[in-house]
């Protein structure tokens, strides 16, 4: 595509390749050059051409983050150099006294942050179930300025209602959050229905292939995004030009990769949930799933994230990872490759055991973050694990 083009009107697989991106002007390189520069000449002080040091900016992180504005349907994008290090970034725009509002089944590295580093700097946090729009609104506290939330979340697939939330939040005058690391930009558009905030985990699905930690925010408030403009610098997480080159690599295969994805994990859900060894399946593609009409929506499929309890408590769950072939038991999510874990002694460990029971993350709870790989053959690796 010619620089210069106009990307208005195409689809999002085309834009996924090419928004942000034109031909590099001196070389006609079509792929982002990596500019490894840690400063930039400048003809005089101050007289600059758009960058001075890598850390203020940068020409691949800024071909990155116009891709990921984008994308999400947003003015504003901030790239990081890891999911918690944009969610840091974006709790560092509050200030003592200031409380968030969160749903209750959140990343457990997000609880820790709100827990154990916001909640000692004077930003209170609390958590509550948000598929119920009177509690969320019962929860607000004058002192309340942001509320954040995952949907689907993680790791128990809870759907909440981005626009019905939002609305609340516009008449509270709140910032309102939304991760969308499991849904992406392929699937769901928080901005679209409200939301003040798009962040990522692009550890994930955006980049894909599990060979890179990033983190991105796209803003649709512009005070909010200068905020966040200054923050990204003064706190300095951001991710280094090659790592942005790599997950730029790995959007320009994002849609094919997650309804690949996606369209497996709806048949293996179909079919775990009448397998005589699970007790029960968490799919938001599922009719069975109390979110099902929520996520039909606002999601265009179920995604490719499952949950389930396997019938026998710690032994019976531990046993199904250690025998699974194809899967690989490990951490992380959203990779072309099919990953299982245990979220009770993994991902989730950081949430009191009191809390992991009030949600529902028991010792029988397996996550399946299913890729890219065969349908048949993903089903023949769960069906001998748990055979």
Known sequence: MKSGSSLSGLSFDTLAVHAGQPPEPVSGAVMTPIVLASTFAQEGPGNHKGFEYSRSGNPTRNALEANLATLEGGKHGFAFSSGLGASTTLFSSLKSGDHVLSGDDVYGGTFRLLDKVMKPLGIASSFVDMTNIDKVREQIRPETRMIWIETPTNPMLKIFDIAKIAQLASEKNLVFVVDNTFATPVLQHPIQLGATVAMHSTTKYINGHSDVVGGAAVIADDTLAERVRFLQNA???????????????????????????????????????????????????LPTHPGHTIAKSQMSAGGAMISLEVKGGLTASRSFLEKLQIFACAESLGGVESLAEHPAIMTHASVPPEARQALGISDELVRLSVGVEATEDLWADIARALG
Do not use: N
């Open 235 to 285: 706190l300095g997480a951001v991710p280094s030009p090659f790592d942005c080159y790599m997950v730029l690599r790995g959007i320009k295969t994002l849609g094919l990769r997650v309804r690949q994805a996606s369209a497996s994990a709806q048949t293996i859900a179909e079919r775990l949930s009448t397998h005589p060894a699970v007790r029960k399946v968490y799919y938001p593609g």
